[in-house]
């Protein structure tokens, strides 16, 4: 009933920028906060971004003053706007929506994207 598909992906050089996007479609009653994960090869999925729907946002200490999260909660879109990648930042980066969906009276719970690869590499 719910779909999140990411694009936006790719490979960047170091000190390179890509901007991420998420779409959110079927039948959403609404929309909760919305952020970024991200898992490198080897390791656990770790958070990288959330914004609420009042857009507050919060981050991940080692993407501070590099990443930003925003949205558009008309288009229910969510965006991760990535500067000065660092090869570190090469991993699958998921988009995650909490979600209420029409047909039902409850809170709403947490859907995924697919994940889209994020390459920083010369």
């Known amino acids: 009933q719910v779909q999140l598909a990411e694009s936006g992906g790719g490979l960047v050089q170091p000190g390179g920028s890509l901007r991420l996007s998420c779409a959110a479609s079927g039948s959403i009653r609404a929309i909760n906060n919305m952020g970024w994960y991200r898992q490198a090869p080897g390791k656990e999925r770790e958070l990288v971004a959330l914004?609420?729907?009042?857009?507050?946002?919060h981050y991940v200490d080692s993407v501070k003053g590099r990443f930003a999260i925003s949205r558009d909660n008309a288009k229910n879109m969510v965006y991760l706007q990535m500067n000065n990648l660092k090869p570190e930042d090469t991993a699958v980066y998921f988009c995650?929506?909490?979600?209420?969906?029409?047909?039902?009276?409850?809170?709403?719970?947490?859907?995924w994207g697919k994940g889209i690869l994020v390459t920083v590499s010369s």
């Open positions: 914004i609420d729907s009042g857009g507050v946002t």
């Open positions: 995650i929506a909490h979600i209420a969906i029409m047909t039902s009276s409850s809170v709403g719970r947490n859907y």
